[in-house]
């Protein structure tokens, strides 16, 4: 009797894990799992991202324990990122069978697990669901459309889901709002970034500085957008010390473009490798504004309360214009940056407040409502 109580109860979980964004969305779900006698979390990592300061790095920060399973996809087109990440996944599904495979946020190892799962008959779980940006321009846009529509229980970080989740028919009972697990992990390793104090170990005052990050297509992959980005920075470090941790594809663009060596020649720039997570918070909390045009650094600065420039025609994250400090901004217009900034510098922030359910327990919440799944 006892091991059929068991069998029925005790659920083994997929958690998937694929690119950068992706390791502070999984490192609290997974802490949260190891609170339950009848939950084995399994973290797989796809490796779509492969360069080791994008992905080893957070796992240890983040404590994350090695993955069960590392299906070593590496780079490719979208297609063949994508087709690679379902083939390799379908095989360790069909070896373990899991109850539940948890994706997270919106690349592409995202909709491919969840894609093989539901082909498989197996329920998905879908962290940071119902987000919007309404522009199908974006392989992100695509990705989070077709896992929503597929997964059977949705968890949302921001009312903006609500809304969108209902208008394209996702029943309630699927839909929970539980807060944002990118905030979990902030406030669970806040201190530990303040102790480390990255900022003060490269000569940086607090609030002395901008910070910068751009890695976009639709920024950094042509000529115009990338001396764009130069102006920016050139006219920003009049005013203070630009801090750039650049990006792979970043770099390589600039050199593709033969701007390395333009960039290289601004005065007042500091050029750092990519950071690892507990080095970039230090470094963002810090900032007196941070330009970007990521999606979890507007939830980042928004919780730090952080000015924040944000360099997107539309964001998924409405909550951080409407109730954070993010500012969007559709071009990348240099003049137009450095009126904010001037502002920004001037005391003339944006005011800004905690969106609902940030409070770090977002990972407990999911937790409580998959244990209790029959």
Not at 180 to 189: A, E, P, T, V
Not at 232 to 257: C, Q
């Amino acid at each position: 009797m006892w091991d059929s109580l068991y069998s029925r109860f005790y659920m083994k979980i997929f958690c998937i894990a694929g690119a950068r964004p992706n390791f502070m969305k999984i490192a609290p779900l997974h802490r949260a799992f190891q609170q339950y006698s009848n939950i084995e979390s399994k973290i797989v990592h796809t490796g779509q991202h492969y360069d080791s300061r994008m992905s080893d790095v957070f796992f240890q920060q983040l404590e994350i324990p090695e993955p069960a399973y590392h299906l070593g996809i590496g780079g490719g087109s979208h297609t063949q990122q994508t087709a690679r990440i379902m083939l390799e996944f379908e095989k360790i599904v069909e070896a373990e069978r899991p109850d539940l495979v948890l994706v997270v946020g919106d690349v592409n190892s995202t909709v491919a697990c969840a894609l093989v799962a539901s082909k498989m008959q197996i329920p998905v779980a879908h962290v940071e669901a119902g987000l919007r940006s309404g522009d199908r321009t974006m392989p992100e846009e695509i990705n989070r459309i077709l896992t929503d529509s597929i997964s059977d229980h949705l968890f949302v970080t921001e009312y903006a889901g609500l809304v969108n989740l209902a208008k394209e028919g996702i029943p309630d009972r699927k839909v929970h709002f539980v807060g944002n697990c990118m905030i979990d992990s902030l406030i669970h390793f806040r201190q530990k970034a303040t102790q480390a104090d990255t900022a003060a170990s490269m000569g940086l005052a607090p609030k002395s500085y901008v910070l910068m990050t751009m890695h976009r297509p639709s920024n950094v992959d042509f000529q115009v957008g990338l001396e764009a980005i130069l102006d920016m920075i050139e006219g920003a470090a009049r005013h203070k010390k630009v801090v750039l941790p650049i990006h792979p594809r970043t770099r390589n663009n600039f050199e593709k473009f033969g701007l390395k060596a333009r960039l290289e020649s601004i005065q007042n720039v500091q050029i750092l490798e990519p950071q690892g997570y507990l080095e970039f918070l230090n470094l963002m909390e810090n900032a007196a504004a941070v330009l970007t045009d990521s999606g979890g650094i507007q939830e980042e600065t928004t919780y730090l309360q952080v000015p924040c420039l944000t360099f997107r025609a539309s964001t998924e994250r409405p909550v951080t214009v409407e109730l954070g400090t993010n500012i969007l901004l559709a071009e990348l217009d240099p003049a137009l940056a450095l009126m904010h900034l001037e502002h920004i510098f001037s005391g003339k922030t944006k005011p800004g407040t905690v969106p609902p359910l940030w409070d770090g327990r977002a990972g407990e919440r999911i937790a409580q409502i998959l244990s209790d799944v029959p």
